[in-house]
C-alpha cells in the first residue's frame, strides 16, 4: 500500500470532521436527545455507542473503554451522578467524561462528581458540541486547522 493511500484514508481529525478517531458512549434515556446527539458525533466524525440506563452502560463498559463518556443525570434506574463518580476514579480513566440535564443548575452537580465538562440539554449548536469535546483534548489530538 502506498503512504499516501493509508493516510488519505486513516481517521485522523480534520476541520471539517474534528472528533474523528474518537468513541462516544452516550447515556441518555430520552430518543430525541439521543438522536440529536448521534447526529452531532456522526457528522463530526465520532463513532458512537448508546445505553439508555445506567445499567446497559456498565455493560458496556465492561467490554471496551470510550473516549468520551456523556451522562445524563436523571436516567430510570439512577442518577448519572454516580456512574460519573465512579468512572472519574476509574484507573485507567476515560479521556472526558461529560454530565448532561435539561437543568442548568446541574453543572456544578457533575463538576462535583468528577465530570470534565457539562452539556446543558437540548444541545442546539453543532459548533457548541465539537468545542466543549476538543477543548478537553490534548493539543496533539485537535485538528491543525480551523473547524468548517
Known amino acids: 500500500m502506498d503512504d499516501r493511500d493509508f493516510f488519505q484514508s486513516a481517521p485522523f481529525p480534520t476541520p471539517a470532521r474534528p ?8 447515556v441518555e434515556d430520552s430518543r ?6 448521534r447526529l452531532m458525533a456522526q457528522h463530526s466524525g465520532a463513532r458512537i455507542r448508546w445505553a439508555n440506563s445506567l445499567c446497559a ?4 463498559l ?11 443525570l436523571g436516567l430510570p434506574d439512577g442518577d448519572g451522578t454516580q456512574l460519573i463518580a465512579r468512572l472519574h476514579n ?3 480513566r476515560i479521556g472526558i467524561i ?40 490534548p493539543e496533539a489530538c485537535r485538528p491543525m ?3 468548517i
Not at 465492561?62 to 445524563?72: C, K, L, Q, W
Open 98 to 137: 461529560l454530565g448532561t440535564s435539561g437543568d442548568d443548575a446541574a453543572g456544578e452537580t457533575v463538576l462535583a462528581a468528577g465530570a470534565d465538562g457539562f452539556l446543558p440539554k437540548p444541545v442546539t449548536s453543532l459548533a457548541s458540541f465539537q468545542e466543549l469535546i476538543l477543548s478537553r483534548l
Open 57 to 60: 452502560a456498565e455493560r458496556h
Open 90 to 92: 476509574t484507573s485507567p
Open 32 to 37: 430525541y436527545a439521543r438522536d440529536a446527539l
Open 62 to 72: 465492561d467490554i471496551y473503554t470510550p473516549s468520551v463518556a456523556i451522562i445524563d
Open 145 to 147: 486547522a480551523p473547524r
Open 19 to 26: 472528533l474523528t478517531g474518537l468513541t462516544l458512549l452516550v
